[in-house]
């Protein structure tokens, strides 16, 4: 509080409360001038209501009661010079009655209302019209108005006048107003031949009019006014208070907020130095370092660089006009959309960006560069104003991994013939027993043309039969190895693994059956993978190759020679085990059985390039991971140990 007494700007407080008063005053008599035209409203009704009842038995007594005493005339019961104003003028009907009303109204110290009938052709001197009512008939005959009010000051205030229109004369009127000689006699007796006589049919007559003091619609209106002003004074307190309070809290506040804010004001100076001095180191490492630096402005697409970027290019500082637009130009056509695209997205994305393409140099060729950078600064909306990053020349790693592509083709077509060789191995192995039984079936078909000895038709049916078999058996050893042979890199369709796992059985077949080897599978069924079939079992006959030359060149026991295969399916993954008994390697060199050129064999044997090509397809071809290990396990009572390949590729379906 001590701290708030002291407020500088107390005196907007003091002149926010007299504005409030001010405008308080104003609302109440606003307030106050619209109960009173509320009220007033309300005496108008009420009085129109008054007049329209003494309108309506008026209307009684003009039409009703005259209406029986015409009935009671033509019967001879009345004569027809009968007239009575008590039963017959409806202007004096409606004023007695009017006069009972004000003496109730009277006892029960209620205020009165007084009707006037002003004509300016009445039967009473004292109904003639003033000046003025003429003139509100007159309004009335011209169908200007409807209903006429007026508030009129009095002796002791204000007075509200409300006057209504009599309905024209009927036909039936003209009985008593047209001329005296046709009106009933006792009438021109009461009230002489010439008052209320010479009208006309259709003519407004008179006006009826209520005048009432407003003394006690003021009082109305002052009374509610005043209820409304004390609301409001109570609401107005209620929020000088609440404002005071609040204010005195908010003052206390940004009191606390300059204190903090000075003190972050220090802060983020002493932060902004060191951040210049950090930009400034960082600049000078960039500068003493390769790479280029650069800095865009994308409202005006300013580009500034650092000399190490222009000399990345050969360019001289004049040479380049420091616009995006000037860089954009020197990338290379086929790369310039996506680099463009690309680093638009990543900046609105707010994320890095690294991209490599590439850019022409002062020599006209064209060099690899690799282009790192994100946003530095974005506006209110959120668009981005400012980048910044750095340019490296990556032209030499780009040779070197091109030549890396080159070896690694040399090494697969190198595989390839390796492989080919020893596919070319198993195929003699399968001829021979088919070509063996065809060329005997064959030889002793023309030993016994030669002896001369008869042969039955069904023996040569027989025989020709064998030699279709083994030739169909021969075809489908050449099918298999050609399919295999295929040189489709690109070639992915949904294979069958559990099938290609049978074609390789059947293809090392007859190399297994020379050399005892016998082969243990447990393989899921329909196992499918959108993949390409051949890589995949150029990778496989990799390794069974390897174990082939691996238990010939270990000279296992032949009751020692076993291949296992275990291939399922886990978690939207091909799991394949493959162990063999053919001895394992050494743990010193296990971990380098993947290289390119690694072999245990005698260099007459092989290349070294059958399981780097296997590494190479599972890692690169089919997504995939390969491990191996020595294994020791037991089988049908028999100790054996050998090598033991995982492998884990994905399982994809399309």
């Not at 409806?90 to 009165?112: F, G, H, Q, V």
């Not at 290609?500 to 190399?511: C, L, T, W």
């Not at 990799?542 to 082939?548: A, E, T, Y």
């Amino acid at each position: 509080m001590e701290i708030y007494l002291h407020y500088p700007n107390i005196h907007k407080f003091k002149l926010v409360v007299a504005i409030a008063f001010c405008l308080y005053i104003l609302v109440i008599y606003l307030v106050y001038q619209d109960n009173k035209k509320s009220e007033i409203d309300n005496e108008i009704t009420n009085i129109e209501d008054v007049l329209i009842q003494i309108q309506a038995i008026r209307k009684y007594v003009g039409d009703d009661q005259k209406d029986e005493i015409d009935k009671l005339q033509a019967a001879d019961k009345i004569s027809y010079d009968y007239f009575t104003p008590a039963l017959l003028s409806s202007t004096y009907s409606a004023n007695k009655i009017n006069d009972y009303y004000n003496e109730i109204r009277k006892e029960k110290n209620l205020p009165t209302t007084d009707i006037r009938f002003a004509s300016p052709n009445p039967r009473n001197p004292h109904n003639l019209v003033t000046k003025e009512e003429k003139k509100i008939l007159n309004a009335f005959l011209d169908k200007k108005i409807k209903r006429y009010e007026e508030i009129k000051k009095g002796e002791n205030g204000d007075i509200l006048y409300v006057a209504l229109p009599t309905k024209e004369l009927e036909a039936k009127c003209m009985k008593c107003h047209s001329t005296p000689e046709a009106a009933p006699k006792q009438l021109v007796e009461l009230y002489g031949n010439k008052a209320g006589f010479g009208e006309q049919e259709g003519n407004m007559k008179a006006i009826l009019s209520i005048k009432k003091p407003l003394d006690n619609a003021y009082i109305k209106a002052f009374d509610q006014t005043l209820k409304t002003a004390i609301y409001i004074l109570i609401a107005t307190f209620i929020f000088v208070y609440f404002y005071y309070n609040y204010n005195k809290k908010i003052y206390i506040k940004n009191l606390e907020l300059e204190r903090l804010n000075r003190s972050l004001d220090n802060k983020v100076k002493e932060r902004t130095e060191e951040l210049n001095n950090s930009k400034m180191q960082l600049l000078n490492v960039i500068n003493s370092s390769e790479l280029g630096y650069w800095d865009w402005n994308k409202n005006t697409n300013w580009l500034q660089v650092n000399d190490k970027w222009l000399n990345m290019l050969g360019l001289k500082r004049e040479e380049f006009s420091n616009s995006i637009k000037d860089w954009f130009d020197k990338i290379h056509p086929k790369d310039l959309e996506f680099v463009v695209s690309k680093i638009e997205k990543d900046l609105e994305d707010d994320i890095s960006f690294s991209i490599e393409y590439r850019v022409l140099n002062k020599k006209n060729e064209y060099i690899w560069v690799e282009c790192v950078g994100g946003t530095v600064q974005k506006d209110f909306d959120g668009k981005v104003i400012q980048a910044c990053g750095i340019l490296r020349n990556i032209h030499q790693k780009k040779l070197n991994e091109e030549k890396v592509q080159e070896q690694e083709i040399l090494i697969h077509n190198q595989a390839k013939v390796s492989a080919i060789s020893e596919m070319l191995k198993n195929i003699s192995h399968q001829w021979k027993q088919p070509l063996s039984a065809i060329t005997t079936l064959a030889s002793a078909i023309k030993l016994s043309y030669e002896l001369k000895q008869d042969i039955s038709k069904e023996e040569i049916i027989k025989y020709t039969d064998k030699i279709l078999e083994n030739g169909n058996y021969l075809a489908k050893i050449v099918n298999d190895f050609s399919s295999y042979f295929e040189n489709n890199s690109q070639k992915r369709e949904n294979s069958n693994l559990s099938n290609s796992f049978v074609k390789i059985r059947e293809i090392f077949k007859e190399s297994r059956k020379s050399e005892n080897i016998k082969c243990h599978t447990n393989i899921e069924e329909n196992i499918i993978t959108y993949t390409n079939e051949n890589f995949f079992m150029q990778a496989m006959l990799n390794i069974f190759n390897n174990s082939l030359d691996a238990f010939i060149k270990n000279n296992i026991d032949k009751d020692y020679r076993y291949i296992f295969i275990d291939v399922k399916v886990i978690d939207n993954t091909i799991v394949i085990i493959f162990k063999d008994s053919a001895g394992g390697i050494s743990n010193e060199i296990i971990s380098k059985i993947f290289e390119p050129y690694f072999t245990t064999k005698h260099q007459s044997l092989g290349t070294g390039l059958g399981l780097y090509i296997t590494n190479q397809i599972i890692n690169k071809h089919l997504n995939g991971v390969i491990d191996v290990k020595n294994s020791n396990y037991i089988f049908e009572g028999k100790e054996l140990n050998g090598i033991e390949f995982k492998i884990i590729i994905p399982k994809v379906e399309k």
